[in-house]
């Protein structure tokens, strides 16, 4: 556990603070050309220090797309996209001692323990520093105020994107996900077309079908039963909904209301992030 007793005493102020801190911004560090033509001149929330890559941060509820979009904006910045329930599942697939145990949790919908989760982040960017990365999105951490705290503690994160969706949306989403056990992305079969009520607008979801090479290997996450996904839920709200107000009580939360499905909510977000000028719009939405 040398790599989490590095994270932990990192967040205690010591010497591996600086270490952690230099994983994220070593080698190579500078600012991707597409925030520098932005600008980012807008709310102080996405300012990005000149000399390194941007450390933002993806929250949002079991099947809002926190990894759809993570992983275009990782591949629009050129910054990796590192995502803890990925990490969770590689190391289930590992059978390494822990891995009946971490199973069992997850199946269940509960969250691991924040040593667990602190040990496999720390590795991975450990790993990736050594690789020469800087900067990353994290996608489904921190997902509680303590690891919230730690990370605060450890490093600078600029901007925090907070993914929204109607909780009728979220369960549709989560039972239509399929995953291809080959390349790990995601797809989804659910055809989603919610009208409006009561003043909150309609929503259309296309589904996500798989490029034929990934048709025949679709598998569906244990996790993601309509049961589990409800406890998902449920945990989401009492541990990590506190983690929206801790952002954005330091001003780093920017909340953002998905108006439907890829084609419309990619361009809008990127607009949101001030990450196109006027002529790029067109093109971002194709
Ligand atoms: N930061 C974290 N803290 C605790 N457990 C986590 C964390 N990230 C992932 N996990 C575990 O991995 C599971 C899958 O994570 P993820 O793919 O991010 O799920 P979701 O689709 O619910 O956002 C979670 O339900 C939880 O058991």
Redesign the pocket.
């Known amino acids: 556990m040398a790599a989490l007793n590095r994270f932990v005493r990192a967040a205690a102020g010591t010497a591996a603070r600086r270490a952690m801190s230099a994983v994220a911004s070593e080698s190579g560090a500078r600012m991707p050309a597409s925030i520098a033509r932005a600008g980012l001149a807008v709310p102080e929330v996405r300012r990005v220090p000149a000399e390194r890559n941007v450390q933002w941060v993806f929250l ?5 797309g ?2 759809t979009y993570a992983s275009r904006l990782s591949q629009f910045l050129g910054v990796p996209h590192i ?7 590689k190391e289930l697939s590992s059978a390494g001692p822990l891995a009946g145990q971490l199973e069992e ?2 199946n269940k ?6 040593e ?2 602190i040990d496999l ?1 720390s590795k991975r960017l450990e790993s990736g520093g050594a690789k020469g990365e800087s900067g990353f999105i994290l ?6 105020i303590r ?1 919230a705290e730690i990370l605060e503690g450890v490093m600078d994160i600029d901007l925090v994107v907070n993914l929204k969706l109607r909780e009728e949306v979220l369960i549709e989403k ?1 039972l239509g996900r399929r995953v291809c056990n080959e390349c790990g992305k995601n797809f989804n079969v659910a055809s989603i077309n919610l009208k409006g009520e009561n003043g909150r607008p309609g929503i259309s979801m296309a589904p996500l079908p798989p490029p034929p090479q990934c048709a025949s290997k679709l598998i569906t ?1 244990a ?1 993601d039963t309509e049961d589990v996904v409800k406890e ?1 839920l449920r ?2 709200h009492e541990l990590s909904e506190p983690v929206e107000e801790f952002y954005r009580s330091r001003g780093k939360l920017l909340e953002f209301d998905l108006p439907g499905g890829i084609p419309e909510s990619w361009p809008k977000l990127l607009q949101a992030l001030n990450l196109v000028d006027h002529d790029e719009k067109q093109s971002a939405a194709a």
């Open positions: 949002g509820c079991p099947g809002v926190k990894g995502a803890t329930g990925d990490l969770v599942r949790i997850v919908g509960k969250l691991l323990p924040d667990v989760i982040l996608d489904g951490f921190p997902r509680t690891q989560c996450r996790d998902r945990v989401y």
